[in-house]
């Protein structure tokens, strides 16, 4: 069965300072996404990772993958305040999603 | 990318009653897939729901509580039946890029909260 582990599972940062949460999971695959979800609203899709070694930089946020240790990070850049959110990962598995229970994050000003 | 329009966005519903959600998106897609997120908490697949055929349920989710219809590959309803406090949740309607093998796009989601 695969498991997908985010941590830290709660957050909270000062702004202009970097952090990184981290995805692990469990058993093979080479798709793994990033996903945002503010208080209330539905998920925006931030990163896909398609391959080993994949890198993907928006804005202050960087994604990479290493699919041999199977581990996903999503690093984020001198933080502001409209960062904050929850984040999730999600690992491809037979066409579905599983996903870590999430990251909330918390910037504060 | 996929345009999902969902509703309704949200509601307050006694015990014991039901409510229909519709999600319908602008493009044809094979699959749609129904999650329920509680509160705090991750996404779980409640079904995947294929036209032409019965859904997909994932352990733990029945078809008599969530009854889900797929006339076509624009458009699902997922109903929750007979509901309790403890079906008030949000809930997403999501579907696969065009390739099949794409991010998840997600409807706005359904708040539903249960009295």
């Known amino acids: 069965e695969l498991k997908v582990e985010q941590n830290p599972l709660f957050l909270s940062m000062q702004e202009g300072k970097n952090y990184t949460i981290y995805c692990n999971y469990s058993t093979t695959s080479d798709r793994l996404y990033w996903y945002r979800q503010d208080p209330g609203k539905s998920l925006e899709s931030l990163f896909v990772l398609l391959s080993n070694g994949a890198v993907k930089q928006e804005g202050r946020l960087m994604a990479s993958l290493d699919t041999k240790a199977r581990l996903s990070t999503l690093h984020i850049t001198a933080a502001v305040h409209d960062l904050s959110a929850t984040y999730f990962c999600a690992v491809d598995s037979n066409y579905q999603l599983i996903w870590g229970a999430g990251t909330k994050l918390i910037i504060k000003p | 990318s996929a345009v999902i329009s969902q509703k309704p966005s949200r509601d307050i519903c006694q015990r014991g009653t039901s409510l229909t959600i519709q999600c319908q998106v602008d493009s044809q897609v094979t699959m749609m897939f129904w999650y329920r997120q509680q509160p705090g908490q991750s996404l779980t697949l409640i079904a995947t729901a294929n036209q032409g055929s019965e859904a997909t349920y994932e352990s733990g989710f029945v078809i008599d509580k969530f009854p889900i219809s797929r006339p076509n590959l624009t458009f699902s309803t997922l109903t929750v039946s007979n509901m309790s406090p403890e079906d008030s949740s949000i809930y997403l309607c999501?579907?696969?890029?065009?390739?099949?093998?794409?991010?998840?796009?997600f409807g706005s989601g359904t708040q539903l909260s249960v009295l």
């Open positions: 999501s579907v696969r890029g065009a390739s099949g093998n794409e991010k998840l796009f």
